[in-house]
């Protein structure tokens, strides 16, 4: 897609990764979206106020965005003290409007850059194997799937 950026995320981001992330929960989810009470669809988020910040200060999360700085797509990446050579992405998600385009892709290379600078040495992604999206997105980005939840990506 062209006229893709991408940029370490920020905490004026929220509301914006909030909008898609719910959009893609609604979509994962399907009526059962709708069904649920708004404490239970909070738990499906992932871009909760309460921890977004959090997120945004291990520096490795990012946002796709149009020229204007409208947010395209969104991945949420940390690291922890146990594994300090392995970047673990959280979600990645992509407005459904937006899909096919590359954006996923372009918020993978940027984690890449950014993970190689940190001098981290692995990405592990956690994938819903009933999400063939997502896993014919790792798998082309070059990420090897382990197991049933678990893909790496060995730079």
Do not use: C
């Amino acid at each position: 897609m062209q006229n893709v950026f991408v940029r370490l995320m920020q905490p004026e981001d929220f509301d914006q990764v909030y909008r898609i992330d719910v959009l893609t929960q609604k979509e994962y989810l399907g009526s059962g979206w709708e069904l649920m009470e708004k404490d239970e669809q909070n738990t499906h988020l992932v871009s909760k106020s309460s921890i977004f910040s959090t997120i945004v200060s291990f520096g490795l999360s990012h946002v796709a965005t149009e020229k204007n700085g409208t947010i395209l797509g969104f991945l949420l990446a940390y690291s922890d003290n146990f594994s300090e050579d392995t970047v673990i992405v959280k979600y990645i998600a992509v407005d459904t409007v937006n899909r096919r385009h590359g954006v996923g892709e372009a918020l993978y290379s940027g984690l890449i850059l950014t993970a190689k600078k940190l001098g981290k040495k692995r990405i592990l992604a956690y994938i819903n194997m009933d999400n063939p999206k997502s896993i014919n997105l790792h798998r082309k980005i070059g990420f090897v799937i382990k197991s049933r939840i678990e893909a790496v990506l060995t730079m």
